[in-house]
Nanobody, 120 residues
Framework: VQLQASGGGLVQAGGSLRLSCAAS????????WGWFRQAPGKEREFVAA????????YYQDSVNVRFTISRDNTKNTVYLQMNSLKPEDTGVYYC??????????????WGQGTQVTVSS
């Protein structure tokens, strides 16, 4: 499975960005699609995840309500809509895919990151 993330950039606090993650390869075995982020000097952390059908989702508490994860199965793409962005949302965002449901830590496949910078 190959994952290609895009959509990062520089935005002012309170603004919005939408990240995309295009998947290819043996995606039929993937159960969970997720987003993680890593701020400078910090460990990578879970942000949000969605199941293959797009019905089940779960979020990190700090982004719940502000961020929305979604999936377009026709395009094999997962999105992360980020609203009301804060400077503490700054970091490199990674998309990931897992053959199991429910993990917030170990995913099987990872894409390259896309930088999100929120200015105050």
């Amino acid at each position: 499975v190959q994952l290609q993330a895009s959509g990062g950039g520089l935005v002012q606090a309170g603004g919005s960005l939408r990240l995309s993650c295009a998947a290819s390869g043996r995606t039929s075995m993937i159960v969970t699609w997720g987003w993680f982020r890593q701020a400078p000097g910090k460990e990578r952390e879970f942000v949000a995840a969605i199941n293959r059908s797009g019905v089940r989702k779960y979020y990190q508490d700090s982004v719940n309500v502000r961020f929305t994860i979604s999936r377009d199965n026709t395009k094999n793409t997962v999105y992360l809509q980020m609203n009301s962005l804060k400077p503490e949302d700054t970091g490199v965002y990674y998309c990931a895919a897992d053959r199991r449901w429910g993990s917030r830590y170990e995913f099987d496949y990872w894409g390259q990151g896309t930088q999100v910078t929120v200015s105050s």
